[in-house]
DNA sequence: AGAATTTCTGAACTTAAAGTCAAAATGTTT
DNA sequence: AAACATTTTGACTTTAAGTTCAGAAATTCT
């Protein structure tokens, strides 16, 4: 049954994501995957091909997760804002959540140029409905915005680069970061006078800080 | 004479820069380095330690320009948001000009300790800067939001992601770049009705968008 | 149970890049 | 020019991590 076959490939997958949760990527070693579960390097490649081919299947993962925020979104939302937050909030929900978010951090270079080109479609997939939810938010006069594909690189590299400081054991949730961050960048689109939520909790200009342990250390 | 030597040591590190704007980080090798200058590579341990301590300076070189642009806005803007947004355009533009912002991807693992805690309290300052100059936003009633560490997170981490996507021979020079982006953040920030600017070019809701040649690929 | 198949092991192999160093080349001082 | 200091070379060593594989162990099939 290869569906026995595809637990223990998905638990290699997962397992590369709690090593990327806790140690950082440049020592994202073939042994240490090998050692979170338990099992022996030699036996991964019974698995999977070669590194490159895991660290493939994991950004594959991570971008299902966030294309499937993307339609989430376009069924869920009725305006672009409204579309927009619920993309952006599942987005980075999944990322945190998910774990994968670290394998970002990783460079495209070696993996094999027809894996690379399946996976730069899809995050391209990705990119282009940010773009097309912001357009058409600016067509609707709720959004204004410079440059649509700056606009959407800003927004995105931001989320990006989330895993750099996220701590599993620090101050904030990821419900926490994904709604204010996602509320931020709407803010940064937004016609002054429009607002994007279906309910009526508005964000006061002086909520409550959270006390923060003021540990400034992402890597 | 040091200074030669240090003139050594800088074009070094000017090849560095070089180097990452070409290939991705994943292929910075001591051999790309020498090769970049015509050197050997023996002979940049004449002048570095080691390669992390080639990429701790370049690290230090790269939050020093930050920090002057942290210094600069203090005594160029006169209300916190005059002062962010001088601050995130000079920010930017340092990264992309001088090049050494491919440096943000490179993990910090691996370099000394004394080091890292030394350039992790540089970049501290920067992080810092920013959180105060949003505080006093939001103090001054020009500024909303509902995390100031993490507002500074979602402004921080999208402009360390730049280097990531931008291409020197792409659509943007970096002055678009700094300037589109570091607005879009400040109107994340912005009270409604507020602006920042001292003079009066406003940013209208339809200006033209550059047409891009759609080349959707950042590694 | 015995055969066939799948899964796993661990030691050996390979590779790529970092780092070393004695000696050569170059530059400087007296 | 001789002595001294600085800089550069290139071949060599080391290191760390990825990869292979023959055979052992476990599992499934008949």
Redesign the interface.
Known sequence: MGDIKDNRRDAILRSVANVLRNS????LTIQQIADELGMTKGNLYYYFKDKQDILFHCHMRSTEISLRALSDAETLGRTPPEKLHILLVRHIRGIIDDGFGGIL??????IRPAHRKLY?SKR?EL??GVRRLIEDG?KA?EF????????G??????????P??YRPNGP?TSA??S???A???L???L???HEWRSDDRK?S???R??D?ADT??W?
Chains 1, 2 share one sequence.
């Open positions: 950082r990527l440049s020592s951090q990783t460079d495209l270079d070696k730069v391209d990119e282009r600016v006069g204004q915005c410079a440059n649509v594909k700056m606009a690189f800003a927004i995105l590299g931001g989320i990006n680069w989330i750099k400081w904030f926490q970061i709604e204010q961050m509320g931020f960048y803010r940064g689109l016609v002054a006078g964000l200009p002086t909520s800080q959270p923060l400034e250390t890597r």
